[in-house]
């Protein structure tokens, strides 16, 4: 009897230390208006139509169709913050070159999926959108994060629309933490898997949201396919965190994550279209 007791009380320990670790941020942040939009990943992109993601002409798109946008920002040589999604060209422009061995000047010399349109300009594609739907922006995991982040809030600290921010790596979300606590932050997450005992380790932490103990994620933004994540879903049904889902591919996929109350980023679909509400 003593023994079990022993286990029995070893188990709560383990579990309320594992539920401190994986907690979201608190306060949890103001979803209101974010939760008011679905997201156009990489912008409303279309390579059908000559629309390519993450440009200017994807953006001008949701905005007019009345999306909110999600996109992707990094540094080119000369520290410029510019979106888009890959660090090569290749898929887009169809050279392997490098976007962090170019300046800025040279990337303009890059034209995506054989279209007028170039690599924007963070900046310009905040003037774009002007506040006119909010955002979420991921921060690329390719700079180093104590140039990459102080660079972008430079650029966002006077940006009156709503937005938030999201990337795959903990040392960029707790550095808003530290730095920006005010603003909304979110992980990204997705079925992990790494090479080598050190990868298992950090997998384990990553799958386990075991990272949330330093990054303190206002929400978890994970691929839809890796929902059922049992961190995951302890997270949001019993802590509180607001559940983000990408990339949405089907009307299926919507109304699943829709229906569970997610913020959606979704992709060659529009939801108007898969549901009945009105945007």
């Known amino acids: 009897m003593t023994v079990f007791l022993v286990c029995l009380a070893a188990l709560l ?5 594992w539920l401190f670790l994986i907690f979201p941020a608190s306060p949890r942040g103001d979803f209101s208006r974010l939760r008011a939009f679905d997201y156009a990943h990489r912008g409303l992109h279309d390579k059908a139509r000559g629309v390519p993601e993450n440009s200017l002409l994807a953006f001008r798109g949701a905005v007019e ?3 909110g946008i999600e996109w992707d920002v990094q540094l080119t040589r000369d520290r410029k913050v510019v979106i888009h999604h890959d660090r090569s060209l290749k898929r887009l422009s ?3 070159v490098s976007i962090g061995d170019l300046t800025f000047s040279e990337l303009q ?18 003037k774009l959108v002007s ?6 922006i991921e921060l690329k995991d390719y700079d180093d994060t104590e140039t990459l982040c102080p660079l972008v ?6 940006y009156k629309g709503d937005y938030c921010v999201e990337s795959f790596s903990p040392a960029i979300v707790a550095w808003f933490r530290k730095n920006h606590p005010h603003v909304i932050r979110g992980q990204l997450g997705m079925h992990f898997r790494f090479k080598g005992l050190g990868g298992v380790f950090k997998a384990l932490c990553m799958n386990g949201l075991l990272t949330n103990v330093s990054a303190r994620p206002h929400f978890e933004a994970w691929d839809v396919h890796a929902r059922n994540n049992p961190a995951l879903r302890t997270a949001v049904r019993f802590l509180g965190a607001q559940e983000v889902s990408w990339t949405l591919r089907s009307a299926e996929d919507y109304a699943l994550a829709k229906n569970a109350g997610a913020l959606c980023i979704f992709e060659n679909i529009r ?7 009105e945007h």
């Not at 809030?153 to 006077?158: A, G, R, S, Y």
């Not at 939801?271 to 509400?277: I, M, N, Q």
């Open 271 to 277: 939801p108007e279209l898969s549901d009945s509400r």
């Open 13 to 17: 320990v383990l579990c309320a230390l």
């Open 65 to 67: 169709a009345g999306y």
């Open 153 to 158: 809030w430079e650029i966002l600290k006077d």
């Open 109 to 126: 010399n890059y034209r995506l999926l054989g279209t007028e349109e170039r690599v924007p300009l963070f900046s310009d594609a905040l």
């Open 94 to 96: 169809g050279e392997d």
């Open 131 to 136: 506040g006119r739907v909010p955002l979420i």
